[in-house]
């Protein structure tokens, strides 16, 4: 009886540091109703398990693909939601704003936040640190006939988002855009 009372007592006050514990992973919308509107959509989740099978498929013997394997190590998970449109304005803020307001929850830190009312372009850069770790990284990049979220979890460095990009053939130039406006 004095065991199974010592289990409740110690899980009881583990709840609180576990709770306290955030994930990086965003809840992004599906944003279903916007998929017909759109002249381009990518949609991309890479799961824990994918990313790994992509590490064993890396060649080991080039110097480049190895610096990629370690980065991918230590990524537990990407999601990808890019837009395109004819027009402007397909989409709403509320699209996007549901996202962004997660951004603004315990443990994540604004890196960078860039306006431009002239091209109604915004780019909002996040990161995740618990401990003095890297544990996730987000970017929400925004223009009147396009939209991007980028949500990576685990530890990157901010250098290392253009290599990711390029070993995983993702074409974003928010990316870019984003790390040539940090180095101004």
Request: hydrophobic content about 45%; glycine content about 6%.
């Amino acid at each position: 009886m004095k065991m199974r009372m010592l289990k409740i007592v110690l899980a009881c006050l583990l709840v609180p540091v576990a709770a306290s514990a955030q994930d990086a992973r965003l809840k992004l919308p599906d944003f279903k109703s916007l998929n017909g509107k759109a002249t381009e959509s990518v949609h991309i989740s890479l799961s824990p398990w994918l990313l790994h099978m992509a590490g064993a498929f890396i060649d080991d013997k080039d110097q480049d693909s190895v610096a990629t394997k370690q980065l991918l190590a230590g990524i537990k998970g990407i999601e990808i939601r890019s837009y395109q449109f004819a027009a402007d304005y397909v989409y709403s803020d509320a699209d996007i704003d549901g996202v962004r307001n997660q951004l603004n929850g315990p443990g994540w830190t604004q890196l960078m936040q860039v306006r431009h009312r002239d091209k109604s372009e915004n780019v909002d850069m996040y990161v995740l640190i618990e401990n003095n770790v890297t544990k996730g990284f987000a970017l929400i990049a925004s223009q009147p006939r396009e939209f991007t979220i980028v949500n990576i979890v685990g530890s990157i460095k901010v250098d290392d988002l253009p290599k990711l990009t390029g070993h995983l053939h993702l074409n974003l130039p928010e990316v870019q855009d984003a790390r040539s406006s940090l180095q101004m």
